[in-house]
């Protein structure tokens, strides 16, 4: 009998998918570019359910239903347009293109485009979850037509993770949504893990506590609100040893690598002219980081030694005003990402369900999170809420946190510890509850050398000032 679906490239997520979706009782078709990796998954895994080995993409398309859906699981990039090209020619009209890797958002567009001048469907489809997931149970957004929905949905809703009853995949939007959610939830992953970060520097060096006790502050903190993956990883990593017998987390090199997906909400950020201060800063905190020629001249000319920057705190204390800045900071993170979605979808012209996403966030992906429960509940109060900063729980929450927020920060400046995304996320929260903001000067200044114009507290109209002009005139646009 035809398989059901088909998927091309079996690296570690491409097989893993495609093992899913075996063992959920789908007929798979399986291609690799080099064969070998195909047969060597099929001996080792064949047993797991009904695969159809494939040589070739043609033998790929021949072997599945039709109307054919087929998903591509190679690099982001280069490589999935190549697979595209060779791919289109074989197919039928009506057909399905799904690309699960992690395409940038604009290239969806783009091959969403072609392929429906070829008369196929293309889908756009982010999915989180590391290997794991991948296998077991991912979060999975999709962005395509509602037609291709129809056919793919019932598949991969039934590979998803699930909470509450609740599949973690959703159908997002058409064309970019899917891979644009998923490169938010990135940028989210990239905040959330410099706060992490952040708190354990100030731990070991402000609270003087060693890996292990970190680890296990992380451990108690996970039975908490923060209780979250991405803490319980940590309290894990902080507790193991390498085999040198150091903390691990001290043997591994300090530089922070990317793929992107980090940048790319940053850069997509600035073109919405959304201000995701936490993400932003969490990126180039690894920027930063990468920089060892500039961190090892700026410690040869500014280091000093531990003690002359030694702040004291009580322990016990500043562990509690820790995790309170990790929360606050984490809503600002998360209020910051939600509102980028939002733009996003406005911008594009997508009708994103916002708390729909954070249903489907909470298992499955990276970044899931208790939290995304609080989330949810928020978006199903006011779906149209303007930021998730100012919602009854959220706000509580902040309000609570902040005295001890301000002094995490301020013991950071004080400790020379670099807290970037603490600092950035109280500021952002500062920035927004603030009376009068200091963006008049920077109107006036504008107005001053460039005759940019501004806008008056007293009256409706554009102005400027004929600033060289005796007397100073004001004229109204
Ligand atoms: C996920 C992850 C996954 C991958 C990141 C890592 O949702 O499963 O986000 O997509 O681990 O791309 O990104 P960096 O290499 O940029 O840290």
């Given at each position: 009998?035809?398989a059901t679906i088909g998927l091309t490239g079996l690296a570690?997520m491409g097989r893993n998918l495609a093992r899913n979706i075996a063992?959920?009782?789908h007929?798979i078709a399986v291609h690799n570019?080099?064969?070998?990796?195909?047969?060597?998954?099929?001996?080792?895994?064949?047993?797991?359910?009904?695969?159809?080995?494939c040589?070739?993409l043609?033998?790929l398309v021949?072997?599945v239903?039709?109307?054919r859906a087929i998903i591509i699981m190679v690099?982001?990039?280069?490589?999935t347009?190549?697979v595209i090209?060779?791919l289109?020619?074989?197919l039928?009209?009506?057909d399905i293109v799904v690309d699960g890797g992690?395409a940038?958002?604009?290239?969806?567009?783009?091959?969403?485009?072609?392929?429906?001048?070829?008369?196929?469907h293309f889908v756009g489809m982010g999915v989180?979850?590391?290997?794991?997931?991948a296998?077991?149970?991912p979060?999975i957004?999709v962005?395509g037509?509602?037609?291709a929905?129809?056919q793919l949905?019932?598949v991969v809703?039934?590979i998803?993770?699930?909470?509450?009853?609740?599949?973690?995949?959703?159908?997002?939007?058409?064309?970019?949504?899917g891979?644009?959610?998923?490169?938010?939830?990135?940028?989210?992953?990239?905040?959330?893990?410099?706060?992490?970060?952040?708190?354990?520097?100030?731990?070991?060096?402000?609270?003087?506590?060693?890996?292990?006790?970190?680890?296990?502050?992380?451990?108690?903190?996970?039975?908490?609100?923060?209780?979250?993956?991405?803490?319980?990883?940590?309290?894990?990593?902080?507790?193991?040893?390498?085999?040198?017998?150091?903390?691990?987390?001290?043997?591994?090199?300090?530089?922070?690598?990317?793929?992107?997906?980090?940048?790319?909400?940053?850069?997509?950020?600035?073109?919405?002219?959304?201000?995701?201060?936490?993400?932003?800063?969490?990126?180039?905190?690894?920027?930063?980081?990468?920089?060892?020629?500039?961190?090892?001249?700026?410690?040869?000319?500014?280091?000093?030694?531990?003690?002359?920057?030694?702040?004291?705190?009580?322990?016990?204390?500043?562990?509690?005003?820790?995790?309170?800045?990790?929360?606050?900071?984490?809503?600002?993170?998360?209020?910051?990402?939600?509102?980028?979605?939002?733009?996003?979808?406005?911008?594009?012209?997508?009708?994103?369900?916002?708390?729909?996403?954070?249903?489907?966030?909470?298992?499955?992906?990276?970044?899931?999170?208790?939290?995304?429960?609080?989330?949810?509940?928020?978006?199903?109060?006011?779906?149209?809420?303007?930021?998730?900063?100012?919602?009854?729980?959220?706000?509580?929450?902040?309000?609570?946190?902040?005295?001890?927020?301000?002094?995490?920060?301020?013991?950071?400046?004080?400790?020379?510890?670099?807290?970037?995304?603490?600092?950035?996320?109280?500021?952002?929260?500062?920035?927004?509850?603030?009376?009068?903001?200091?963006?008049?000067?920077?109107?006036?200044?504008?107005?001053?050398?460039?005759?940019?114009?501004?806008?008056?507290?007293?009256?409706?109209?554009?102005?400027?000032?004929?600033?060289?002009?005796?007397?100073?005139?004001?004229?109204?646009?």
């Amino acid at each position: 009998a035809p398989a059901t679906i088909g998927l091309t490239g079996l690296a570690t997520m491409g097989r893993n998918l495609a093992r899913n979706i075996a063992r959920h009782g789908h007929a798979i078709a399986v291609h690799n570019r080099t064969t070998e990796r195909m047969t060597a998954m099929l001996e080792e895994f064949g047993e797991e359910g009904d695969f159809t080995g494939c040589e070739s993409l043609e033998e790929l398309v021949q072997a599945v239903e039709r109307p054919r859906a087929i998903i591509i699981m190679v690099k982001a990039g280069e490589a999935t347009d190549a697979v595209i090209d060779e791919l289109v020619p074989l197919l039928d009209e009506g057909d399905i293109v799904v690309d699960g890797g992690n395409a940038h958002f604009t290239d969806t567009l783009r091959r969403q485009q072609t392929l429906e001048e070829h008369g196929l469907h293309f889908v756009g489809m982010g999915v989180s979850g590391g290997e794991e997931g991948a296998l077991n149970g991912p979060s999975i957004m999709v962005g395509g037509s509602d037609h291709a929905y129809e056919q793919l949905g019932p598949v991969v809703e039934s590979i998803a993770a699930v909470v509450d009853g609740t599949p973690c995949c959703a159908h997002v939007g058409p064309d970019g949504a899917g891979h644009f959610v998923k490169m938010v939830h990135n940028g989210i992953e990239y905040a959330d893990m410099q706060l992490i970060a952040e708190s354990y520097d100030l731990l070991r060096s402000v609270a003087g506590l060693e890996p292990h006790a970190i680890g296990d502050v992380f451990a108690q903190w996970n039975e908490g609100d923060l209780e979250s993956f991405l803490i319980e990883l940590t309290a894990d990593v902080l507790r193991f040893d390498d085999a040198s017998g150091q903390p691990f987390v001290d043997v591994v090199r300090d530089e922070a690598e990317q793929k992107g997906t980090g940048r790319w909400t940053v850069q997509s950020a600035l073109d919405l002219g959304v201000p995701i201060t936490g993400i932003a800063e969490a990126t180039f905190a690894r920027s930063l980081s990468g920089h060892t020629d500039q961190r090892e001249a700026a410690r040869k000319v500014f280091s000093t030694s531990p003690d002359e920057q030694r702040v004291e705190v009580d322990r016990d204390t500043f562990v509690d005003q820790v995790r309170a800045a990790l929360y606050a900071s984490k809503v600002v993170a998360y209020a910051q990402g939600f509102d980028q979605i939002a733009k996003g979808a406005e911008e594009h012209g997508w009708d994103i369900d916002l708390g729909e996403l954070a249903t489907i966030w909470r298992g499955g992906c990276i970044i899931r999170a208790q939290f995304l429960d609080r989330i949810r509940e928020a978006y199903a109060d006011e779906p149209d809420l303007t930021t998730l900063l100012t919602t009854p729980y959220f706000a509580d929450a902040v309000k609570e946190g902040v005295d001890a927020w301000r002094e995490v920060v301020a013991t950071a400046a004080a400790g020379g510890v670099p807290v970037p995304a603490f600092g950035s996320s109280l500021s952002y929260f500062d920035g927004l509850r603030r009376e009068r903001l200091p963006a008049a000067l920077i109107q006036a200044l504008r107005d001053n050398f460039g005759a940019h114009t501004y806008r008056r507290v007293d009256r409706d109209g554009t102005f400027h000032t004929q600033w060289a002009a005796e007397g100073r005139p004001e004229q109204e646009m």
